[in-house]
């Protein structure tokens, strides 16, 4: 079993089926922290590390580029998945300037979205290939693209967590 050695996160894959539910409950988490309105939303902690917003940003955009690769796994034989351009997208939507009330609901919305997708899912469908492209060229199958979307709402949760407790402690 894979497991991140950042987040502690572990790949129980036999866990797929309930991954659209917990992908809801985290971003439910992840849109909470940034209704709270902190000062700190917009700042980096490090100049190479985004704010709590940049990666709310980066989070709705994961759940949007991921459910529509489990729907491209449905009708094509083994897709291969250009990488989304996490850093690219940092500048050309411009996340730093989004308001954080719109950021959250709109990963809730696409947490929504994924869920649904991921609830049609037959048995068979969870078996469907694809190729990942990150961290690097893996054939895959959706129960992995579906836990693997866990992962990036837990790892980013736990990186945004941290950043804004820092913040308050500087204070
Ligand atoms: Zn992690």
Request: one cysteine or more.
């Amino acid at each position: 079993m894979d497991r991140c050695a950042q987040c502690g996160f572990e790949y129980a894959l036999a866990d797929a089926e309930s991954a659209g539910p917990a992908i809801v409950v985290g971003v439910s988490q992840f849109a909470g922290l940034l209704r709270a309105g902190s000062s700190d939303l917009r700042h980096r902690t490090q100049p190479e590390t985004w704010s709590p917003l940049e990666y709310g940003c980066h989070l709705r955009d994961v759940l949007l580029v991921q459910r529509e690769r489990v729907l491209a796994a449905r009708r094509i034989d083994t897709p291969s998945f250009e990488p989304m351009g996490r850093d690219e997208r940092v500048v050309h939507d411009g996340y730093i300037d989004q308001d954080p009330g719109d950021v959250a609901r709109q990963m809730t919305d696409a947490a929504s979205l994924i869920r649904n997708v991921l609830a049609r899912l037959g048995d068979a469908d969870w078996e469907r290939r694809v190729v990942y492209n990150h961290p690097s060229a893996l054939e895959r199958s959706l129960r992995w693209v579906a836990v693997h979307t866990v992962h990036e709402v837990r790892h980013h949760l736990l990186d945004v967590r941290r950043q804004l407790t820092t913040s308050a402690d500087d204070a």
